[in-house]
Antibody
Framework: EVQLVQSGAEVKKPGESLKISCKGSGYSFTNYWIAWVRQMPGKGLEWMGIIYPGDSETRYNPSFQGQVTISVDKSIRTAYLQWGSLKASDTAMYYC????????????WGQGTLVTVSS | EIVMTQSPATLSVSPGERATLSCRASQSLSSNLAWYQQKPGQAPRLLIYDVSSRATGIPDRFSGSGSGTEFTLTLSSLQSEDFAVYYCQQYNNWPPVFGQGTKVEIK
């Protein structure tokens, strides 16, 4: 069974750093891209970027370039999304999801990680 | 960046009735269009890809159609579990973009 299991909810202060994770199982982890998708409270879905665990190739949505870093550790089948300095506007639910080719839809999703940034 | 516009924002439908959701793209997408369903407190789920192909396990009451810039998701006979928010998404151009969503609610 394909599963993407994300790390738990986080509460952080503005200016703090954060790294959330997404662990894949039940499929060949290095042969599928992992995407990160943001959903701000009460809003729609925004595609942030993708990474290919096989060679760590990464592509960012220009709207998120420089704001976050996507990385992967294929030895433990885990992708990451990180911030160097959080802002209140980073408060959102973050989903990871799988796709078999870079320009294809997302067929399996993680359960989401809620990030709350508040002073 | 391609702009995806969904209509209506909210659709009120009675169980058993048919629902038709629209999605318009600012540029031609060829066949690179997907639909997702999201229920409250859950992650989105892929319903339709390549305009009209159902994802694994999706019942045939869900169907997609369209071409170019105009696309439709049809729910032929709404069941209680179908009341949710539906998003279209283009993957023809980078970055992939979602529509703003259509909420299907019980009438």
């Amino acid at each position: 069974e394909v599963q993407l299991v994300q790390s738990g909810a986080e509460v952080k202060k503005p200016g703090e750093s954060l790294k959330i994770s997404c662990k894949g199982s039940g499929y060949s982890f290095t042969n599928y891209w992992i995407a990160w998708v943001r959903q701000m409270p009460g809003k729609g879905l925004e595609w942030m970027g993708i990474i290919y665990p096989g060679d760590s190739e990464t592509r960012y949505n220009p709207s998120f370039q420089g704001q976050v870093t996507i990385s992967v550790d294929k030895s433990i089948r885990t992708a990451y999304l990180q911030w160097g300095s959080l802002k209140a506007s980073d408060t959102a639910m973050y989903y990871c999801a799988r796709q078999n080719i870079a320009a294809r839809p997302l067929d399996y999703w993680g359960q989401g990680t809620l990030v709350t940034v508040s002073s | 960046e391609i702009v995806m516009t969904q209509s209506p924002a909210t659709l009120s439908v009675s169980p058993g009735e048919r629902a038709t959701l629209s999605c318009r793209a600012s540029q031609s997408l060829s066949s690179n269009l997907a639909w997702y369903q999201q229920k409250p407190g859950q992650a989105p789920r892929l319903l339709i890809y390549d305009v009209s192909s159902r994802a694994t396990g999706i019942p045939d009451r869900f169907s997609g159609s369209g071409s170019g810039t105009e696309f439709t998701l049809t729910l032929s006979s709404l069941q209680s579990e179908d009341f949710a928010v539906y998003y279209c998404q283009q993957y023809n151009n980078w970055p992939p973009v979602f529509g703003q969503g259509t909420k299907v609610e019980i009438k």
